[in-house]
């Protein structure tokens, strides 16, 4: 106590630099570090320094972080106030349409889909969206629709943000972890839902990696920070794709029930000859992008990660209502098209 206070009474701001007034002082308090005993002694002094030395950086770093706190709520809030005007947009849109005109809804839906930020509001979608499809079957096989509702579900959350591992594993495992208790919750339908889901996830990501090739290959080198949030990441995680979606599924059944578990494990079993186009995408854009920007390798260009966050859970269900729609007339258009060509042949 006596040594912090000579150390107090002694510390001086005039001289110019920290070593001529850690050394004065220690003159001036007639301290020798050398006669110290104990590491704790050695840490209380230098414990006091930092503290004298900080003292006015730390008051403006306090400012500035209770400034960044405030500018944080802002943002959120302003962000918020952006998705609700999103929802209104759409709903009076679709005010103005006849409901008979179920043409015109699902386009609207559909280009709804690609505008509101989805990425607050996964696991209600998927629910909403899995649910309807489970509702609206007539014939007893949901695998078709329900594998392009999860498609456009995992592209549309995926595809505007970062490719990263620790983004896309999140996404995936939401949408997986929500799937897995509407099986559960209907048990005789299962299998169904959960292999839809994940060849839905496996085409949703395969898509986002083949539209990111894409804008790769036509990018000025000028405008790499739109995409690239760093390069050797991104690398990394491109080469390693199959790995992470097999992660996903393992987490999700060890957390499972013991029969949910087992068919998990199996399905990923089975799913292990189906990644070769998701690998095969992912280690092309890697190319891609070691072509595009070799020269660029150890820059590192930021990108902000931007979602807007949303907690209406109704807006949640009405999306994953409509996204049943879309991915309904989507595959509809696409089977009528294969039997046109049939037929012609």
Do not use: C, W
């Not at 004298?52 to 960044?68: I, P, V, Y």
């Not at 509407?182 to 839905?200: D, F, S, W, Y």
């Amino acid at each position: 106590m006596q040594t912090s206070q000579q150390i107090i009474q002694n510390y001086s701001k005039r001289a110019r630099s920290t070593k001529k007034r850690i050394l004065s002082t220690l003159q001036k308090s007639g301290i020798e570090l050398a006669q110290l005993q104990t590491e704790d002694e050695i840490k209380n002094i230098a414990t006091m320094f930092i503290d004298l030395e900080t003292q006015k950086l730390r008051g403006e770093l306090d400012q500035l972080l209770a400034q960044k706190e405030a500018l944080e709520r802002e943002i959120e809030k302003k962000s918020d106030t952006l998705q609700d005007i999103k929802y209104e947009v759409f709903n009076a849109l679709e005010e103005a349409v006849d409901p008979e005109d179920q043409g015109v809804i699902t386009q609207l839906h559909k280009v709804k889909l690609q505008s509101i930020d989805l990425f607050d509001i996964l696991s209600e979608m998927v629910e909403s969206a899995l649910i309807t499809a489970l509702e609206k079957d007539t014939d007893g096989d949901i695998l078709e629709y329900t594998t392009e509702i999860i498609k456009e579900i995992t592209y549309e959350s995926i595809k505007e943000g970062s490719l990263s591992t620790i983004r896309v594993r999140k996404i995936l495992s939401t949408i997986l972890y929500t799937a897995i208790d509407v099986a559960e919750a209907t048990p005789n339908r299962a299998q169904e839902i959960l292999k839809a889901t994940l060849k839905g996830m496996r085409s949703g990501l395969v898509k986002s990696i083949e539209r990111f090739k894409k804008r790769i290959a036509f990018m000025p080198v000028e405008a790499k920070h739109i995409l690239i949030e760093d390069y050797d990441t991104i690398i990394a995680d491109l080469n390693q794709t199959d790995t992470l979606f097999s992660e996903v599924i393992i987490t999700q059944a060890s957390q499972s029930s013991t029969t949910t578990r087992a068919l998990l494990l199996q399905l990923n079993k089975e799913m292990r000859y189906d990644l070769e186009e998701l690998i095969t995408i992912s280690k092309e854009t890697a190319e891609v992008i070691k072509e595009r920007f070799a020269t660029l390798a150890k820059i590192a260009a930021k990108k902000a990660d931007f979602a807007l966050s949303s907690t209406k859970a109704q807006e949640a269900k009405k999306m994953g209502i409509e996204v049943f729609g879309v991915a309904k007339e989507a595959l509809g258009s696409a089977i009528k098209s294969a039997k046109d060509i049939i037929e012609k042949r």
